[in-house]
């Protein structure tokens, strides 16, 4: 248990900041669960429109420090082959 002022304010801090950033992670995953939903149905047109809309919640992501900068670069790129390649 935190036992100094300083060590209580962190905690508190950890715990928003925690709680801010797990919202942020299921967000993004909704987003890329919708593009994967697509692909698995084979709309190519709901597939990249869903990746379009999926970039931006990743990249802002990595801005906010939930995501690696490669980490985000990497999904991208497979969602966008994966887009591609729908007949």
Same mark, same amino acid.
């Given at each position: ?5 300083? &060590?209580?304010? $962190? =905690?508190? /801090? ?5 709680? #801010?950033? +797990? ?25 990249? &429109?869903?990746? $379009? =809309?999926? /970039? ?5 992501? #990595?801005? +906010? ?23």
């Amino acid at each position: 248990m935190a036992n100094t002022p300083q &060590a209580k304010k $962190r =905690a508190l /801090q950890n715990e928003r900041r925690y709680a #801010v950033n +797990k919202a942020r992670r299921s967000r993004i995953r909704t987003f890329l669960r919708k593009v994967e939903e697509a692909i698995a149905a084979g709309d190519k047109d709901a597939a990249a &429109a869903a990746l $379009r =809309a999926a /970039q931006p919640q990743l990249m802002r992501g #990595v801005t +906010k420090g939930v995501l690696h900068k490669n980490t985000a670069a990497r999904k991208m790129s497979r969602l966008s082959a994966r887009v591609k390649a729908i007949g």
